[in-house]
């Protein structure tokens, strides 16, 4: 279903796009920044919650910098520099955060009009959205597309194709903030929280730039292999956490890269809604809201630091500067080589 969602700043129509199941789970996105602005599924009384962060007019979404909701692209994470070196030549990308880049700057796709491809299947959206050479600093002409699907097993599919003119970097997510009592309800520190992962990454310093250590969580406040509260050791006297105001880290997901696995699993006991994610990349970033600030979202309802959570996964930081290009696990691509990725979002009840 097609609604008007308001009109950006150009003057240009933002529409959002309602898809469903059999099973009364709906998710609405809306083509600015390719962004799921709801996602509403059912708790274990069968009253349906609304688990994701976002806004109800188009000027928060333009003006937002925590990224609710939205498609990061070209590249997620930070780059040191924001400087990129391909084939010995050195591209500067915007410096939005401090003196580094973040998801890809200020021409980023996350603030981009995307255009959205007709479907007649209600489940299932698509949007495509090209980034022009050196737009964002990187080489190449980059036509990514994104669809949205939910089948009647209560998953949301997001699904990821790019393809470049030139060799570039490529290493696309969602940046969705879930709150698994719904997204007005609070702190997500009671979530239980696994992480499928013996390493992270840690970061130099209160930048947040990750290092290319494998750090060992075993004994670390950052072991989610059993379910922990994500509040449990947050403000624990720990360097890593201080540096970024609770979880801001890459984990390094198990099992083979580029099949799908399984790499968290999310309880609220409150709702008894369960969130199962699963992808076929390496890395996913684990961050636990520490910048919201205080701001206005849905509804009127005020959002918090830790109103959410996102778990964004994508390639290794830093990968393009150490993995060999061409392995599984480069975001380093060839002209006209096929970008795809997908991230499954399973949700039940406990
Ligand atoms: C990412 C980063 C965080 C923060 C958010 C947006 O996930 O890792 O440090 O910048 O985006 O606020």
Request: proline share 3%; hydrophobic share 30%; with cysteine.
């Amino acid at each position: 279903m097609k609604e008007t969602f308001g009109v950006n700043k150009k003057g240009q129509t933002v529409s959002s796009f309602t898809i469903k199941n059999n099973n009364g789970m709906t998710a609405s996105i809306i083509d600015f920044g390719a962004t799921l602005t709801k996602l509403i599924v059912p708790d274990k009384t069968g009253a349906m919650r609304d688990v994701v962060l976002g806004y109800d007019d188009v000027e928060s979404y333009e003006n937002g910098a925590c990224y609710f909701g939205t498609i990061i692209g070209r590249n997620a994470n930070r780059i040191c520099g924001g400087k990129v070196t391909l084939d010995g030549k050195t591209y500067q990308m915007d410096q939005n955060d401090n003196d580094n880049n973040l998801h890809s700057g200020n021409n980023g796709v996350d603030k981009k009009m995307w255009t959205a491809l007709s479907d007649s299947d209600p489940s299932q959206v698509s949007f495509i959205c090209k980034s022009n050479h050196l737009e964002q600093g990187l080489p190449g002409s980059v036509t990514m597309t994104v669809t949205y699907k939910i089948t009647d097993d209560n998953e949301l599919i997001v699904s990821y194709d790019a393809v470049s003119d030139m060799k570039t970097i490529i290493n696309m997510t969602n940046h969705s903030y879930f709150n698994l009592n719904g997204h007005n309800s609070g702190s997500v520190e009671n979530h239980l929280i696994q992480i499928e992962a013996d390493y992270y990454n840690p970061v130099i310093d209160s930048k947040a730039i990750p290092t290319e250590e494998n750090a060992d969580v075993t004994g670390t406040v950052f072991d989610f292999r059993k379910p922990k509260a994500i509040g449990k050791d947050i403000n624990a006297d720990d360097i890593q956490l201080k540096y970024v105001g609770g979880y801001d880290h890459n984990y390094v997901i198990k099992g083979k890269s580029g099949e799908l696995r399984r790499f968290a699993t999310v309880v609220s006991e409150e709702s008894g809604i369960v969130l199962e994610l699963s992808s076929d990349l390496t890395g996913t970033q684990f961050y636990s809201g520490n910048f919201v600030g205080d701001q206005k979202g849905k509804g009127g309802y005020d959002y918090h630091n830790r109103s959410g959570f996102c778990l964004e996964p994508q390639y290794i930081p830093n990968a393009m500067n150490f993995i060999p290009e061409g392995s599984v696990d480069s975001p380093v691509f060839d002209a006209d080589e096929q970008y795809h990725t997908q991230t499954i979002y399973k949700f039940s009840t406990k």
